[in-house]
């Protein structure tokens, strides 16, 4: 494995089991993704709801256990067990998608922000940590910095405490960080200062992130690289210009052709079923095929690998060949 | 032409303690027959508590301060509620976001159907009624199993075609889609654009929608209203508005689209927070927040011009222009 490589996934799996009238059945959120992340890249994950990509985010958090498959970061084997160092543990860090959910409500800003300073003995005591806090709180336009300390969550706005939040990752520094929908509650006119200020502190620390999104647009202009995912795998992945306006998987093509857009469109290209199947009545073959409008027989039969089509470009579908 | 809404000079408050919201201010529309208008506006912008004051939905801690709504020859601000009882769902109707909370959880679909059509035609026959919900399923794609479901057992694409086939049960002349398609897939809700699209010439349907996103009313509408704060900015066809728009606000609305953003660097989103809405500040309601205010836009407020067919509420909008 070379150095540029930060992060790699190999064949991970996480199924959820259900149990109904005593029937054991599995929810295959994530069914057997392989890829990698280099150092300082942003890699877009886009998908629609229920397609797991957050389950994705949470195995690669650490906060949920891999049914299977390995994780390497930093050349270190990490699937297997939550349990972690302290180091690793502060190298990889999440944003959520609401701050509102993943903030104390009891706790002041102060106090949410000084704990993973404490745990990870950044700073030597109180006061020291107070101005770390009160620096990354002018670097992200807060002024004065001082008025926001005492405050609560309840009393910012969505944009702020969410722009508190990529500070309250992105103050230990970590070399990886997860993005969950970090900017889809938030209003247009907000969004920038948030997507801003999460660049400026990552390209600054070169830090790694996973920008996950359904927003094609959102994902096209800042990721590096995109990985659309449906129903817990990947179909495509590849240069996210490359992706997003060359698209060659039938369900990015279909995505792409439905997403809004200000521009004049051409023509749609339809999905099959109306309805998309669900992680449970996946049957075999290729997991897309019931909708895909250009599915052959094969589709049906054999499950589809991903591929390299073009360069540096790959696919999941039998429509192309080796 | 004649109009088919028409609203005047609108103000619509909320009471909350002892304070005073000024939601809508001052608002004046013209929707003529046949035309969708587009009302585009942040959370807090005021564009859903218009919407619920042309159909008289509003809270009870809300009140019509002053204005009139002229819809379909309705004076219907004046009209006592059992007025607007016999014609809502007849002759007008409006589609809710939350469809989970907008239908009865305990009543099948056909059931809740079937009383809106009988309240108003008293005299309708079963199987008058059985063919016109056929008709009604057929044109927003629903199997037929779907009339003796539950709201439960349907996904949420599947329960938003529901709510606009109950929208649309006596055939209305005019319906308010309140974001309608905001907390769907991308392509369910490229899908149910595409069916209202076809439904609106089926039916000659006049109609205003209610969103934050601008792909949306491209997709979707003739005509494109912008709200700040409670008042409205610019008015006018669509492809005006996104490719020329005249206002800062719409301009900086516009230019924070991920649509017409190519690198990272450029994303600039608006700077600044809403203002207290109980407390209007004196002159152009947006003059903190933009970038060409001068003192006469911080003393005086900027009446709605009118330029053709496009209307905008700016001082500064020969310098806009330019």
């Known amino acids: 494995m070379n150095d540029t490589k930060l992060l790699e996934v190999r064949n991970l799996k996480k199924y959820f089991t259900l149990r109904k009238f005593g029937r054991k059945s599995f929810v295959r959120a994530v069914d057997g993704v392989s890829f990698h992340i280099d150092r300082g890249e942003i890699l877009g994950i886009l998908g629609e709801s229920g397609c797991g990509k957050s389950t994705l985010g949470l195995v690669l958090s650490r906060i949920e256990k891999e049914t299977e498959g390995d994780i390497i970061f930093k050349n270190k ?18 944003i959520l998608q609401n701050p509102y959910d993943s903030f104390d409500p009891r706790l002041t800003i102060q106090d949410s922000l000084i704990v993973p300073l404490k745990i990870h003995g950044i700073g030597e005591n109180t006061s020291d940590r ?7 709180l002018h670097k992200a336009g807060f002024e004065p910095p001082s008025a926001f300390l005492k405050r609560y969550p309840h009393e910012l706005s969505g944009g702020q405490l969410q722009r508190i939040s990529v500070l309250r990752a992105m103050m230990l520094k970590p070399s990886f960080l997860i993005a969950d929908e970090c900017v889809s509650m938030l209003d247009l006119s907000v969004r920038a200062s948030v997507i801003n200020l999460l660049l400026d502190l990552t390209s600054m620390e070169n830090t790694s992130m996973m920008f996950i999104t359904h927003d094609i647009s959102l994902g096209k202009f800042l990721s590096d690289r995109l990985a659309v995912i449906y129903l817990g795998k990947i179909v495509e992945l590849g240069n996210a210009k490359e992706v997003s306006e060359n698209p060659l998987h039938p369900y990015t093509k279909i995505l792409i052709s439905y997403s809004p857009s200000v521009f004049e469109k051409k023509e749609k290209i339809k999905p099959k079923e109306i309805l998309s199947t669900t992680h449970q009545n996946i049957q075999r073959g290729c997991s897309f095929a019931p909708r895909c409008p250009f599915a052959k027989k094969e589709c049906f039969e054999r499950e589809p690998e991903l591929f390299e089509v073009e360069k540096r470009h790959w696919v999941a579908c039998l429509n192309y060949k080796k | 032409m004649n109009p088919i809404l028409e609203i005047m000079n609108l103000t619509v408050r909320y009471k909350i303690k002892n304070k005073e919201i000024h939601a809508v201010e001052d608002i004046s529309l013209l929707v003529n027959k046949e035309e969708f208008v587009g009302i585009v506006g942040e959370s807090g912008s005021g564009k859903s508590t218009m919407a619920h004051a042309i159909v008289r939905l509003l809270p009870p801690n809300a009140y019509i301060k002053n204005g009139r709504v002229n819809l379909l020859g309705y004076d219907l601000i004046n009209m006592s509620d059992e007025e607007v009882m016999k014609v809502r769902w007849k002759d007008f109707s409006i589609v809710f976001q939350k469809s989970m909370s907008a239908l009865s959880p305990v009543h099948r679909i056909d059931d809740q159907m079937m009383e809106a059509i009988k309240l ?3 005299q309708i026959s079963q199987q008058e009624i059985e063919s016109r919900l056929d008709k009604l399923l057929q044109m927003v794609n629903l199997p037929k199993r779907v009339l003796k479901s539950y709201p439960h057992e349907l996904s949420g694409g599947m329960m938003q075609r529901v709510m606009i086939a109950l929208a649309l049960v006596n055939f209305p002349k005019f319906v308010i889609f309140d974001e309608a398609t905001t907390a769907l897939d991308v392509v369910t809700q490229g899908q149910i654009i595409e069916e209202v699209r076809q ?34 900015v610019e ?35 608006i700077p600044g927070n809403l203002p207290d809405l109980s407390q209007l500040p004196k002159g152009c309601i947006f003059a903190p927040r933009c970038p060409l205010a001068d003192e006469k ?5 900027p009446s709605l011009l009118r330029n053709d067919d496009r209307q905008v509420a700016c001082f500064k909008v020969k310098e806009v222009k330019t």
Do not use: W
């Open chain 2, 297 to 301: 836009c911080f003393e005086q407020v």
């Open chain 2, 235 to 269: 008015y006018g066809p669509k492809s005006d508005i996104i490719h020329n728009p005249y206002h800062p606000y719409t301009k900086a609305l516009i230019s924070s689209l991920p649509d017409f953003i190519k690198e990272r660097g450029e994303f600039a989103g």
């Open chain 2, 199 to 232: 439904l609106v010439k089926e039916l000659s349907l006049t109609g205003m929608v209610i969103t934050h996103d601008i792909g949306v009313v491209n997709e979707l509408c003739d005509k494109i209203a912008v709200m700040y704060a409670g008042k409205l």
């Open chain 2, 120 to 122: 108003h035609n008293p």
């Open chain 1, 77 to 94: 084997k990490i699937s297997g067990s939550l349990k972690l160092d302290k180091q690793t543990r502060r190298d990889i860090q999440i």
């Open chain 1, 130 to 136: 107070r101005e770390i806090i009160l620096d990354y």
